[in-house]
């Protein structure tokens, strides 16, 4: 029952979590999250952070939460992108992030990204995507908002492959 949140700015960067039952917020680091995305892989105890050419993993179980520089290959047009949209997808097992074009997913064992097919995936913003990407678990897809005058996308990923992005108007 914890909910993570990485700041940058005045009002203090770092990565900090929210504890429901507590009622209270922990300040974990103090990295400067500016243009990052995160998302936390449950299966693992992972927060891990994509943006500017870095993938940083930060261990959430530990009683010390510290940054972790992962070196990943196969996803640089993907990792060097700001603000990316960025969910972890408990049935494929897979952190999924898409910045325009391909979607990307990332196999968090063998630290692994692969582009997946693009076909009807909308264009990239002007200013990035940040939570308007989110895993939906009752239909097992990804939704895809870009702008509140446009479609709402789905992304169905599969571990072999996506199956392609589905417009909703």
Do not use: C
């Not at 999250?33 to 940083?56: E, Q």
């Not at 530990?62 to 992962?70: A, H, K, L, V």
């Not at 005058?149 to 492959?161: E, H, L």
């Amino acid at each position: 029952k914890k909910v993570f949140f990485g700041n940058s700015g005045s009002a203090g960067s770092g990565v900090f979590s929210y504890n429901y039952d507590a009622n209270q917020w922990t300040k974990h680091t103090s990295d400067d999250l500016y243009d990052y995305t995160m998302a936390v892989d449950d299966k693992r105890g992972f927060l891990t952070v994509v943006g500017s050419g870095n993938v940083y993993a930060y261990n959430i179980r530990q009683p010390i939460i510290t940054r972790q520089t992962w070196q990943t290959t196969g996803g640089d047009a993907f990792v060097s992108g700001t603000n990316v949209g960025l969910d972890y997808d408990p049935i494929g097992d897979r952190i999924v992030g898409w910045r325009g074009g391909s979607p990307y997913s990332l196999n968090m064992d063998t630290k692994v990204w692969t582009a997946h097919s693009s076909a009807g995936a909308p264009a990239a913003t002007a200013t990035g995507i940040f939570g308007r990407w989110r895993y939906v678990p009752s239909v097992n897809a990804f939704i895809l908002v870009t702008g509140v005058d446009y479609n709402v996308y789905f992304y169905k990923f599969t571990a072999g492959g996506g199956t392609g992005v589905e417009t909703q108007e």
